[in-house]
């Protein structure tokens, strides 16, 4: 019903910069929630950045002042800017929608792209 695309990871030397984008189609839903997770090998899903409906966001300790949610409801997208990025945040890196209420349309659901590669060497 709801697909997530991610983009614009790919490879990068430390210190530089990566602009991932998230755009959502299919059918309509609350956009409420939006958040980016990561996996790395041999290592579970941890969520690096998330951003609910007001705006607010919050973020994993490791990636705090280098990397920025932000979202644009009119294009149905989500954006990390990753700066001064580190070997460290070699992963892929996942798009999730999520929310649980009354207040979402659908009441339920939690969607997931199908993730993009992010390269950083040393």
């Known amino acids: 019903q709801v697909q997530l695309v991610e983009s614009g990871g790919g490879l990068v030397q430390a210190g530089g910069s990566l602009r991932l984008s998230c755009e959502a189609s299919?059918?309509?839903?609350?956009?409420?929630?939006m958040g980016w997770y990561r996996q790395a090998p041999g290592k579970q899903r941890e969520l690096v950045a998330g951003?609910?409906?007001?705006?607010?966001?919050n973020y994993a300790d490791p990636v705090k002042g280098r990397f920025t949610i932000s979202r644009d409801n009119a294009k149905n997208t989500v954006y990390l800017q990753m700066n001064s990025l580190k070997p460290e945040d070699t992963a892929v890196y996942y798009c999730n929608a999520y929310c649980s209420g009354y207040g979402c349309y659908p009441h339920e659901y939690d969607y997931w792209g199908q993730g993009t590669q992010v390269t950083v060497s040393s």
């Open positions: 951003i609910n409906r007001g705006g607010i966001t």
């Open positions: 299919g059918s309509m839903f609350s956009m409420n929630a």
